[in-house]
């Protein structure tokens, strides 16, 4: 997993994005489109700003409960390396104009900042947005809308770090079995539209 | 003749080249294995073993830049993974060319152990429906032997690796299996729906090369998942984690790895191989090895592609290919379709698993059995799993927040699959030679192939996915999706052909005991062999063909006849 020490800068935004508090730079949503600066911190693609409101997204998605959240598991971290090391740079690139894009969304919608929503409301934006999506036509060949790879990301950051793997009580593939006999039931109202 | 340095040159150290090293230094010849790849040693050298994805720098997701730039042959295989790529060639500095209209997937694994460390472990035996098979249709040529001839060493090789199976209940099933690996309770459900349902058909525990009993001072499997990352367990069969100790407990054998084989040796006066040069993979340098006996075990097309590259003034087209048909009459397996649902109504015990039994279930072949297939001759197995999607079912799904965070407390639904593996016809005009063009980084023609699927694999194919769907419509699986998207020739790993077995000299390069027509002490065991496909996974008897030749090459050498 990546660690790493946030500048003073950095740690402010993380608890601005986490608290929905008032934003203390004015000019935060300009800064989110213009990308501009990460110099202080150890960020390889996104800009400080972008990284908030990746984490601020991240967190909403998969918040902290009885198990801790995508904050803690370092997902906007590993959404930044992926868009640094693993995405090809067009893909990249698209994930930027989705976040630039998201932020315009929620100023329309809501009439504020994304980071400057309490929780509740940010997690209703984000529950029209996937519910949306999911309704979309999946064509063969066209890039994934940003919300689905937004989501995707954020799942995997968070189910194979370590701290989502606790919070599963996954330890790695060490020996087990699965039940040969009729077990437990399964929950009721599962989630996940394509297998249950 | 003068003195040679060895007894026996075996080249190649995976599947066969393992049991080739065993079977000759335990009747005291001294052996010498030359691998190309380098060394991995049994245990120490699993470095991904049991690791979560979190250990990984891409979290199981692999570099995709890395993959696609020197991966792009070997990604396309299942086997593939962050975990596994360095049991994997790199493609991109070692090419190989096709046709353009026909694409072949070449997958490879250079190191000791090879593929033995890769396979899916899947041991059946050919049976006479097999091996009577191309003199029944008129297709090919006969196998020179039969099913009595293989038995034999079929019970010795499965004695010495231990193969869990549910025993007696099918003739591909090896002879005295330990207890079988478990089905789990969504297989188990498609097991007595499908008996229920199904006169003609089975669904049985994979034999598997898979210990549930310790063995020769290897463990039993403690079902952590997959094992092809390695297993220092020893319960999955290896070169490593079998053949090669009972070969080194002898003394009698040398391992050279980084041992590229550039070609095999002959004498025309003496009408024999002398040995191989060999190029020094890490130094470029070359040098002449000789041996009184010389068997091949690089993997089907590299055994085939060195007498390509061996040619003389005698054998022009390549060596012990008086025949002309090395490189001809390439066989794969069809594959790549089948169907796939989900059980919502079976338990799943609430809670993820840290790894699974490696089992997977096995329906024998049921076509032209009793009954002539109207659309297609020969036939196919299908094998399958149930397992449980985890949190992954929430990709491209719906749900934000805390209720999806609490719903992917539970692992999901049983999802379960059915998918086909078919014999492959053999024809001429499926071909490896050598490149004209291109050659490779120690100086030696690549591989270059044609090989494309018939019309009897692609009925097949058809065949398999309608079977697959009725079986899962008869165990009240829902949301079933039906497949068909034929793999690329060669991707399912099963690359086979090209030096084949016969009784006639002029239609064959091997006799009944995988030893050259033209000349007597040179042996081919591995995949190159193989007369027609079968469906069964072919490595159980590839083993037990390297068994008897072994056997075989050791009685004549005795007898001074080689």
Not at chain 1, 2 to 13: D, M, Q, T, V
Not at chain 1, 123 to 138: I, N, S, W
Not at chain 1, 144 to 170: D, H, Q
Not at chain 2, 203 to 225: E, I, K
């Amino acid at each position: 997993m990546i660690k790493y020490h946030p500048s003073r800068r950095e740690a402010l935004l993380y608890a601005v994005a986490v608290l929905g508090g008032v934003l203390i730079s004015p000019g935060l949503a300009a800064a989110v489109e213009s990308g501009v600066s990460r110099s202080g911190s150890s960020l390889k693609f996104l800009s400080i700003a972008q990284n908030a409101l990746v984490g601020g997204l991240a967190e909403t998605i998969l918040p902290e409960t009885d198990t801790p959240g995508a904050t803690a598991a370092g997902v906007d971290r590993f959404i930044d390396m992926m868009l640094a090391d693993w995405y090809p740079k067009k893909e990249s690139d698209r994930f930027i104009a989705g976040l630039v894009d998201i932020e315009k969304r929620c100023l329309v919608d809501e009439g504020e900042h994304f980071l400057t929503l309490p929780a509740a409301r940010r997690l209703a934006f984000l529950e029209r947005l996937d519910a949306e999506t999911a309704a979309m036509q999946v064509i063969a060949g066209r890039p994934a809308p940003f919300f689905a790879m937004l989501k995707e990301l954020v799942l995997v950051g968070y189910y194979t770090s370590e701290v989502g793997e606790a919070s599963i009580g996954y330890i790695g593939p060490i020996g087990d079995d699965y039940p040969e006999d009729e077990p437990v039931r399964p929950v009721a109202g599962l989630l996940g539209a394509k297998h249950g | 003749m003068a003195k040679q340095e060895y007894d026996a040159i075996v080249v190649g150290s995976g599947m066969t080249g393992g049991w080739a090293a065993k079977e000759l230094t335990e009747r005291g010849l001294k052996v010498l294995l030359l691998e190309r790849g380098r060394n991995v040693r049994h245990g120490v050298d699993y470095t991904t073993e049991h690791k979560p994805e979190s250990a990984f720098p891409f979290r199981g997701q692999g570099d995709r830049r890395e993959t696609e730039r020197d991966y792009p042959v070997q990604s396309q295989h299942w086997v593939f993974h962050e975990a596994t790529k360095h049991f994997l060639i790199n493609d991109r500095l070692n090419p190989y060319t096709t046709d353009p209209e026909t694409p072949f997937s070449w997958i490879r694994g250079w190191q000791v152990g090879g593929r033995s460390l890769l396979w899916s472990r899947q041991c059946l035996r050919l049976t006479d429906l097999n091996f009577e098979a191309n003199a029944r249709d008129g297709i090919a040529i006969d196998w020179p032997i039969r099913f009595k001839d293989l038995e034999p060493w079929y019970n010795y090789v499965e004695s010495f690796v231990g193969i869990s199976a549910e025993a007696g209940v099918h003739p591909s099933i090896p002879a005295h299996p330990q207890p079988p690996l478990p089905l789990n309770v969504a297989e188990r459900h498609l097991q007595r729906s499908v008996a229920k349902t199904f006169a003609d058909r089975l669904v049985t525990a994979s034999p598997q090369a898979v210990l549930t009993q310790d063995h020769n001072g290897r463990m039993a499997c403690h079902h952590c998942g997959p094992c092809e990352r390695g297993c220092s367990s020893g319960a999955y069969f290896s070169s490593q984690s079998a053949t090669l100790p009972a070969a080194r407990a002898t003394g009698n054998l040398t391992l050279r790895t980084d041992s590229i084989v550039h070609s095999v040796s002959y004498d025309e006066k003496t009408d024999r191989v002398t040995g191989v040069l060999v190029i020094d993979a890490k130094t470029g340098k070359s040098h002449e090895y000789s041996a009184r006996l010389v068997f091949l075990c690089a993997s089907a097309m590299e055994s085939v592609r060195l007498l390509l590259n061996s040619a003389t003034s005698r054998f022009a087209e390549g060596l012990a290919n008086s025949s002309g048909v090395l490189g001809h009459y390439l066989i794969d397996h069809a594959t790549g379709a089948g169907a796939s649902g989900v059980l919502p109504d079976i338990g799943n015990g609430g809670r993820y698993y840290n790894g699974h039994s490696p089992g997977m279930f096995y329906i024998p072949r049921f076509q032209n059995i009793a009954d002539k297939h109207p659309d297609f001759i020969r036939g196919y197995h299908m094998n399958g799993n149930a397992r449980l999607p985890g949190w992954r079912r929430a990709i491209g799904g719906t749900g934000v927040g805390a209720a999806l965070k609490q719903t992917l407390q539970d692992p999901g639904s049983w999802n379960i699959d059915v998918s086909g593996q078919g014999e492959c016809l053999p024809i001429y005009e499926n071909r490896m030679t050598l490149s004209q063009t291109v050659k490779d980084a120690w100086g030696i023609p690549v591989p270059h192939f044609h090989f494309a699927w018939g019309e009897n694999e692609t009925k097949m194919r058809a065949s398999m996915a309608e079977a697959a769907a009725e079986m899962l419509e008869s165990a009240g699986v829902r949301n079933i999706k039906i497949f068909n998207r034929p793999r690329v020739p060669g991707n399912d790993n099963h690359e086979m052909g090209g030096a084949r077995m016969g009784r006639d000299p002029k239609t064959s390069v091997l006799n009944a005991y995988n030893q050259s027509h033209d000349i007597p002490n040179l042996f081919i065991t591995d995949g190159a062999c193989m007369t027609s496909s079968a469906n069964q996974n072919p490595s159980l008897t590839y083993m037990a063909l390297t068994a008897r030749a072994c056997d075989y090459a050791v009685r004549q050498m005795k007898r001074g006849e080689i």
